[in-house]
């Protein structure tokens, strides 16, 4: 149990597009969802927290403008990156936390190649 | 404040045994977290600890002391494919997880 997909697994996208990534909690609720970005051989970064229902809320330095959250049902968030630079290519993961427990449970990440 | 130290990196043998330590320093305590990170893929999750003490699982095993602010994870019976960072992560009174740095752990022949 308590599996989390994303797609896409990968995209290549060119500079200025937006382009945007989902995030599904398969077996389980998920009031809570993680968005983290990890560059090459650095560790994560929490980008933004979501709740069903609410706004997100984004860590300090994360533009709430260029990444878009959308946490609209209890087993879907997506995260658009509007406007993407190459600076913005860099592996994005997800996490839900169901109801039950502490726990976040990962989806298989996102690697997003901008052009 | 907020803090997690763990080592940037180890190197053990196959077959043998490494301890990763990690302290940590937080904001209240709702548990702690080691998860594995293998290269170009998300983490997964090794263990929860929230009471102190020792818990085994399998080869893995994860050891929590929370008036010293301590947790270790031990791995046992080293294979080539536990090659991976280990992410230690405490959850804080607010329920935000705080992540350390992340062990690289190398595993040689």
């Known amino acids: 149990g308590a599996v989390v997909s994303q797609h896409p697994s990968w995209v290549i996208c060119k500079s200025g597009t937006s382009v945007k990534i989902e995030c599904r909690s398969l077996?389980?609720?998920?009031?809570?969802m993680f968005w983290y970005r990890q560059f090459p051989k650095q560790s994560l970064m929490l980008m933004a927290t979501?709740?069903?229902?609410?706004?997100?809320?984004?860590e300090q330095g994360v533009e709430k403008d260029k990444f878009l959250i959308n946490h609209a049902s209890l087993t879907l968030s997506t995260l658009t990156v509007t406007s993407a630079h190459p600076e913005d290519s860099s592996f994005y993961i997800c996490?839900?936390?169901?109801?039950?427990?502490?726990?976040?449970?990962f989806g298989p990440g996102t690697r997003l190649t901008v052009t | 404040g907020q803090n997690i130290d763990q080592p940037t990196e180890m190197t053990a043998t196959e077959g043998a045994i490494v301890q990763i330590n990690c302290t940590y320093q937080?904001?209240?305590?709702?548990?702690l977290f080691w998860y594995q990170q293998h290269a170009g893929e998300a983490p997964t999750f090794l263990s929860y600890?929230?009471l102190d003490g020792l818990e085994e699982k399998g080869r893995f095993s994860s050891f929590l002391s929370r008036s010293k602010g301590y947790s270790y994870l031990l791995l046992k019976e080293l294979q080539m494919k536990d090659s991976a960072s280990y992410l230690c992560?405490?959850?804080?009174?607010?329920?935000?997880?705080?992540w350390g740095a992340g062990t690289k752990l190398i595993i040689k022949p």
């Open positions: 937080t904001s209240g305590f709702n548990g």
């Open positions: 600890n929230v």
């Open positions: 979501s709740n069903e229902g609410s706004k997100a809320t984004y």
């Open positions: 996490s839900a936390r169901s109801l039950a427990g502490y726990e976040q449970y």
């Open positions: 077996d389980f609720q998920a009031t809570t």
């Open positions: 992560a405490v959850i804080e009174s607010n329920y935000q997880l705080i």
